[in-house]
């Protein structure tokens, strides 16, 4: 298994541009969820996804949009970067419901930087 | 809605000795708690958890962790810390049977010294 993969690792864009992070899962996971990692911040909740067709906003939802077509990916866009946006953000993946549902895995990471 | 407060932004100790990292947290329901480990340049590792039963947790790498319901605590520890050991130490709570977003907290940077 290769567990949850994001690409890209790193990105450079400039304001107003757009792009799509990658997150993939092969685990079979209902959940999957995006975090954005601020110095001094912790993470915290973009967007979430509970299975295919089915999304919800988290904490800092505003700027960005995802959709989740197929259990095993769950792409987050940036329609329009902002400096605001400058973050490491993180997908993770767990079951829904039952045991172990509370266990997530988290992907390594795409490093965002918006000049 | 719960919050989780980790006071100490850095904990520098040295090597071979003990270490504790303090996590309190807030929430009118009950949670589940949480500690995960992140090495530079690399993801969140799950180090251990608190879902229910006994109040002492043991998780990899030699770390425990004991749940205080009255002290709302779930504090980290490790009695021999090692050079590996550095890395940033997130806490962080979900709500039992209410979904499985995570709440964070700041985080701790563990640097251990020779």
């Known amino acids: 298994n290769a567990g949850v993969t994001q690409t890209p690792k790193f990105q450079v864009l400039k304001t107003g541009q757009s792009m799509t992070l990658q997150c993939a899962q092969d685990m079979n996971h209902e959940y999957m969820s995006w975090y954005r990692q601020d110095p001094g911040m912790g993470l915290r909740l973009i967007h979430y996804?509970?299975?295919?067709?089915?999304?919800d906003q988290g904490e800092v939802p505003n700027g960005y949009n995802v959709s989740r077509s197929t259990t095993e990916d769950f792409p987050l866009r940036l329609l329009s970067a902002a400096p605001s946006q400058t973050s490491v953000y993180f997908c993770a993946s767990s079951y829904w419901g039952g045991q172990g549902a509370e266990t997530q895995y988290f992907g390594p990471g795409t490093r965002l930087l918006v000049l | 809605a719960q919050s989780v407060t980790q006071l100490d932004s850095q904990v520098p100790v040295f090597e071979e000795a003990p270490v504790e990292l303090r996590c309190n947290y807030s929430s009118s329901v009950s949670v589940y708690l949480f500690w995960y480990v992140q090495y530079p340049n690399q993801g969140l590792q799950l180090l251990l958890k608190y879902l229910s039963g006994s109040t002492l947790v043991k998780g990899i790498n030699g770390f425990e962790a004991e749940f205080n319901k009255s002290q709302t605590s779930f504090h980290l520890r490790k009695p021999s810390v090692h050079i590996s050991d550095t890395a940033e130490y997130f806490c962080a709570v979900s709500l039992t049977g209410g979904g499985n977003k995570l709440t964070f907290g700041t985080g701790t940077q563990l640097k251990v010294e020779l």
């Open positions: 996804s509970v299975g295919a067709g089915i999304t």
